[in-house]
């Protein structure tokens, strides 16, 4: 279970970037961490190791729901964060989205686990003093 | 000379139909429609589905109330982007339907020159016309950019958020604090009983672009505060009000909520408020900027108009009334006016595009 520590946003984004080369083409990847843990910030180094966006272009989903970057759309950056019901998720059309051949980055994914696809990755942000974060990667299931 | 303008890019599926650019004959937005509107029901929120259910209701009651039909229009316009794919598709695929079947030109706008083709719109009918070059602050739940509009409508980005848009921050504040959806109204509401200075927060120091922002500190700031502070009972007392109250009064609200609390609303608030106006004003300094325009859902914060009223800004600030700064389609429809008188029209291969930026590149 590879874990890293970062001290400030820059590596954040750095290891992002770090972690997207080990990523498949097409890939699940859930961003898990409370409010100001760094989820975006970890996007934007993802999506630039990906080569779809600069970091600068990377903002936070929450209110949009899907942000896409890359010519064909390489990656989707989707934040759950508003919905309430699964639902909801119907009707964003989320199971086809993952159907498709890019990197998913979901934002609060974790609060709808049954509807999350099978494998994928988590990525755990916790905060720790300051701006210190402690960022662990797991397969799901385990082994994969 | 009418166009009607069709808007799905994110929550509201709406429909307008405006004359000349400047007068608002009609404008329907479904989610704020009562439960006795047409299609029974308010319309959920989100996503394409529904807007699929509001979309040609919705276009309909714009034309009645407008006193039209299709034979009445010069052009159909609709919004291709930024938002949702799915969301956009829908508004767009109607009105190139629209435009296939009654030979109208399709006329494809941009979500946020929408915006500030709302300003836009209700100076030239109040008889006091932006000038050019103007500064556009768009400020809402998804955007927040700075740019620089000629007087052709060309766009210059000048500046943007890099992380939450500024009215996210306030959803995200609110939310935290046990306050309902969204959190800009229900902030502004308390913010005046609050003192705006007990709270220091930092501003952000932006690296690069100095007329970028960023709101997501702030946020994490207000979290520290509330973690510090044990505010688990009160939250939860708030979080009791809204199940058994859906809208509460100020006064319901302010009896939930203590003094330090409201001094924090206050303070954050006055943090969104003066960064916004901050960049804003310098941004117009340095392109000796005519007007500013704000525009977007955070324009109907009275505290962020208060402030725009009270500060020395280098030239006259336009607000839209507050039903324009949400989304709706009028916007889009007043924007679309240039582009007809340009003869500037879409093919029916126009596309929907989730990150469709405005100025050029």
Not at chain 2, 207 to 235: C, H, P
Request: aromatic share 6%; glycine share 8%.
């Amino acid at each position: 279970m590879p874990q890293f520590l970062t001290g400030t946003e820059e590596e954040t984004v750095a290891l992002g970037e770090r972690l997207a080369r080990d990523l498949p083409s097409r890939a699940a990847v859930l961003l898990i961490g409370n409010l100001g843990a760094g989820k975006t910030t970890l996007a934007k180094g993802i999506v630039k190791g990906l080569g779809a966006a600069e970091p600068d272009e990377v903002s936070s989903p929450t209110f949009t729901l899907i942000h896409e970057y890359g010519d064909p759309v390489r990656v989707y950056h989707i934040d759950l964060y508003r919905l309430e019901h699964p639902a909801e998720l119907d009707a964003l059309g989320l199971d086809e989205i993952f159907e498709r051949q890019a990197v998913c980055l979901v934002e609060w994914g974790e609060r709808f686990p049954d509807r999350m696809p099978s494998p994928r990755f988590e990525i755990r942000l916790e905060t720790l003093d300051g701006d210190r974060r402690r960022i662990t990667l797991t397969a799901f299931p385990a082994g994969e | 000379m009418r166009i009607l303008g069709i808007e799905s890019s994110c929550d509201e599926t709406a429909a307008a139909v405006v004359e000349d650019g400047a007068a608002v004959v009609s404008s329907v937005v479904a989610s704020q429609l009562s439960t006795h509107g047409p299609y029974g029901g308010v319309v959920p929120e989100l996503a394409s589905r529904e807007h699929l259910r509001a979309i040609v209701p919705v276009v309909r009651a714009a034309l009645e109330r407008a006193g039209t039909d299709f034979t009445g229009l010069a052009a159909v316009a609709a919004t291709a982007g930024p938002g949702l794919v799915g969301s956009l598709l829908v508004g767009l695929t109607y009105a190139k339907s629209l435009a296939f079947a009654r030979g109208l030109p399709l006329i494809a706008v941009n979500h946020i020159e929408g915006h500030i083709h709302a300003v836009l719109l209700e100076a030239k009918r109040e008889g006091l016309p932006v000038r050019f070059p103007a500064l556009a602050l768009v400020v809402s739940g998804g955007h927040t950019h700075l740019f620089e509009v000629s007087e052709r409508f060309d766009y210059r980005l000048l500046g943007k958020t890099r992380d939450d848009a500024a009215g996210e921050a306030f959803d995200k504040v609110a939310k935290l604090l046990g306050f309902s959806y969204p959190g800009g109204p229900v902030i502004d509401l308390l913010a005046p009983h609050g003192n705006p200075r007990a709270v220091r927060f930092t501003p952000a120091k932006m690296k690069g672009n100095t007329l970028d922002f960023s709101f997501s500190g702030l946020k994490t700031a207000v979290l520290r505060w509330v973690e510090a502070r044990g505010m688990r009972e009160e939250i939860d007392a708030r979080r009791r009000l809204l199940k058994t109250t859906p809208h509460p009064g100020t006064e319901q609200w302010l009896e939930a909520t203590p003094p330090a609390t409201l001094d924090l609303l206050a303070s954050f608030q006055r943090t969104v408020v003066d960064e916004l106006l901050r960049r804003a004003t310098a941004a117009a300094e340095q392109i000796e900027a005519n007007a500013m325009i704000v525009s977007g859902g955070v324009a109907c914060n009275t505290g962020l108009r208060a402030a725009a009223r009270e500060a020395r800004l280098p030239c006259p600030v336009y607000f839209p009334s507050p039903g324009l700064s949400t989304d709706n389609a009028a916007m889009i429809a007043a924007a679309a006016f240039p582009k007809y008188e340009r003869g500037e029209f879409s093919g029916l291969d126009a596309r929907a595009q989730a990150n469709l930026t405005l100025a050029l590149q």
